[in-house]
């Protein structure tokens, strides 16, 4: 090399070793790396990070193994400011040829012997090349730790905080511990060790997994809507009893009177074919309602409230039930009314049609209408009397109308 081309290469070499030196710099003083060297890491993190370290050491002993040739070069140039045929020689030989001698981690196992790594030269730009791919890992793993942590850390705390909030009304509601809480708050804190300590391990194709988050948030969100409405319920207590009590009452009154009908068509109704009412719905329902008012006075009221909704709709199924056992038998006693009533009124079409003193008429008008106030009323009897009754009067309501 000639004097002018050893000069620029020894300008070009050293802005270079400064870009370098800075960007090692700025690579160990990264937030992702000072996380990584303070938390206590564990698993695929913890692995990774022992590599980059590794990664990172080695590239400083190569840094510092061609800084020592450029440092050398340096000097020898500075020795002369008009440099012999030799020391060109010597110059070129550190500035192109293999002199960095490669740390033993950097020197490939096939080139190794049993007594060790044999030596190893390259150029300062192979070294640089080196030194560039050592980088490009050292700061991927970096990166990829940072932005797991960047993605997962905020989500994190704020879900942890939902979970203290949740568990603060819960506290405040009846000062015990909330089962299906605690189990979240199990989960969550395993779930926040993992994202603390191997983030990496939460990476799916690139990206930070918070589905587990989301699910966690999902279920303190229902937690809190819950603990909010037992919240509501405590203050409105009051009305919510007046409410069940008032419908307590009516079953209790449709009971009575379910029974009643039913005492009525066993004695009117032949047959009748239904089943017994129910006993004791309402007194059962008021015997919750007074073991709820214990769980009241103890202050349980996130307890209180999953049992008072059971009360509420064990309430409405009763009072659905009594109302249905009503039906059948007053249904009985209404067809019966009906059967009378069509009865009456197809006697006063055939007396307007001129055929009350058929005979036939007559008999079958008499045959239902002692079936229909008889007790007990066969109805199956009177419902084929009443038929036949009305098929009558309209046969004969046909035969008037052909002879006019």
């Not at 070793?17 to 913890?46: M, P």
């Not at 008072?308 to 009763?318: I, K, P, Q, S, V």
Request: glycine share 8%; with cysteine.
């Amino acid at each position: 090399m000639s004097r002018e081309g050893v000069d620029h290469a020894l300008r070009t070499l050293r802005d270079e070793r400064d870009r370098i030196s800075a960007s090692l710099l700025d690579l160990d003083g990264h937030q992702g790396s000072r996380l990584l060297e303070g938390a206590r890491l564990t698993g695929e993190t913890w692995r990774r990070w022992e590599d980059a370290k590794a990664g990172m050491l080695a590239l400083w002993a190569l840094f510092d193994a061609y800084q020592r040739v450029l440092d050398t070069a340096v000097e020898l140039r500075e020795r002369s400011p008009r440099p012999d045929a030799a020391a060109l020689v010597e110059l070129s030989a550190l500035l192109a040829g293999p002199a960095v001698e490669l740390p033993d981690e950097e020197v490939p196992l096939r080139e190794r012997t049993l007594l060790g790594p044999r030596e190893r030269r390259v150029t300062l730009v192979e070294a640089v090349e080196l030194m560039s791919g050592a980088y490009e890992f050292v700061a991927g793993e970096i990166d990829a730790a940072d932005a797991a942590w960047s993605a997962l850390l905020l989500p994190l705390e704020e879900v942890e905080a939902c979970w203290r909030e949740t568990a603060r009304v819960a506290h405040s509601l009846d000062g015990t511990r909330h089962p299906e809480l605690d189990r979240v708050g199990r989960e969550l804190t395993a779930l926040g060790r993992v994202v603390r300590t191997d983030p990496l391990s939460l990476v799916r194709d690139g990206r930070a997994d918070t589905a587990r988050l989301d699910r966690v948030r999902t279920v303190l969100t229902s937690l809190g809507d819950e603990l909010a409405g037992v919240a509501r319920m405590r203050e409105d207590y009051a009305e919510h009893v007046a409410r069940v009590t008032a419908c307590i009452e009516e079953v209790e009154d449709t009971e009575q009177r379910a029974r009643d009908a039913y005492t009525t068509v066993l004695t009117k109704i032949r047959s009748p074919n239904v089943p017994e009412p129910a006993r004791g719905l309402a007194a059962e329902l008021r015997d919750r309602l007074t073991a709820l008012e214990r769980l009241r006075e103890a202050g349980r009221w996130v307890e209180l409230a999953g049992r008072f909704a059971g009360l509420e709709r064990a309430a409405g199924e009763a009072l659905e039930r009594a109302r249905g056992e009503l039906r059948l038998s007053t249904g009985l006693l209404d067809r019966r009314g009906e059967l009378r009533g069509r009865l009456e009124a197809y006697r006063a079409k055939a007396a307007r049609l001129g055929l009350a003193e058929d005979e036939r008429l007559t008999g079958l008008y008499g045959e239902a209408r002692d079936v229909l106030w008889t007790a007990p009323c066969d109805l199956r009897r009177a419902t084929a009397v009443v038929a036949e009754y009305q098929r009558a009067i309209r046969a004969s309501e046909s035969e008037t109308g052909s002879r006019r």
